[in-house]
């Protein structure tokens, strides 16, 4: 369920519709929103919906499947009455007494029903087939959006990495290798600061991920974060520096493990401050 959502709008076919997000996974669209292209009473559109036996059997399943905390017995109460002209139903009611989780009910400024994406497009689906189709376009337009600004942050702090590794090569070259090495000896020492700066960062050897990993393409960095990624480029910067003032290797990994560290905290500190300030701007609780 939504703790610290991350607001998103998508417009489709002029019903402007909001999406929360606490991981960018399990998404929950505003039912409200949805309801307003059929009525200007959405409370009520919901409610039609969720009285129909169809629409409980759906609710129902999606529960048992991503719920380990459902109510089956109670929900068999309501599967056994719905159809009936006395029977009603609605969000709150359906939260408390099967203790659901796709469906969440929010008051405010910013309240309303939403509903995990799965159940959303179900509903929209009963509103009008053809508004349901300019959501998924829609939708699927705005997740190409993230994902490609998602990709272009992880390719740039890649590249940045790539451009202080060359750096960093330059001044192990100039500083750790004797004069007359053979190529081989050359990329072992290579190979060896790269593999301090994996241990400082990673806790692991290239060869040690490699090891656990072998169905993975590509190597360790590859895999690694957008924080990981930053932290390693000014490690590699550091590390360069380090080699310069003559730092034994023990002396350069213990140093680079407190960096990294201290700047994945940092980072991390610096990110928590950010989603506080969205909550206070775009709050819907």
């Known amino acids: 369920m939504l703790k610290k959502p991350i607001k998103e709008t998508i417009h489709s076919k002029g019903i402007d519709i909001s999406i929360y997000s606490e991981d960018f996974h399990n998404e929950y669209i505003s039912l409200t929103d949805i309801a307003r292209y059929k009525s200007d009473e959405p409370n009520d559109v919901i409610k039609n919906w969720m009285r129909n036996r169809d629409t409980l059997e759906f609710l129902g399943l999606w529960e048992s499947l991503h719920n380990q905390d459902f109510k089956p017995v109670e929900f068999d ?21 099967v203790n659901a989780i ?144 003559g730092k034994s290797q023990a002396e350069r990994l213990q140093l680079l493990n407190r960096l990294a560290i201290r700047q994945l905290k940092a980072i991390e500190e610096i990110g928590t401050s950010e989603i506080k300030k969205l909550e206070k701007g775009k709050s819907f609780s």
């Open 77 to 97: 109460g309501f599967k056994k009455d719905a159809g009936l002209n006395a029977f009603t139903m609605s969000p709150t009611k359906w939260i408390t007494t």
């Open 102 to 245: 796709g469906i969440v009910s929010k008051s405010g400024r910013y309240g309303g029903t939403f509903a995990h994406s799965d159940i959303a497009f179900e509903f929209a689906s009963w509103i009008s087939a053809e508004f349901k189709l300019y959501i998924i376009k829609d939708y699927k337009r705005l997740k190409t959006d993230e994902s490609s600004r998602l990709s272009l942050d992880w390719n740039l702090n890649r590249e940045i990495s790539k451009l202080n590794y060359r750096i960093h090569t330059d001044a192990i070259k100039e500083n750790l290798l004797p004069p007359e090495l053979t190529a081989y000896q050359i990329s072992m020492t290579y190979a060896s600061e790269a593999d301090l700066l994996n241990v400082a960062l990673f806790g692991k050897t290239a060869k040690e991920w490699r090891d656990k990993n072998v169905s993975q393409k590509g190597n360790m960095r590859d895999y690694a974060t957008l924080n990981q990624l930053l932290v390693l480029a000014n490690m590699e910067s550091y590390n360069a520096i380090l080699i310069v003032q």
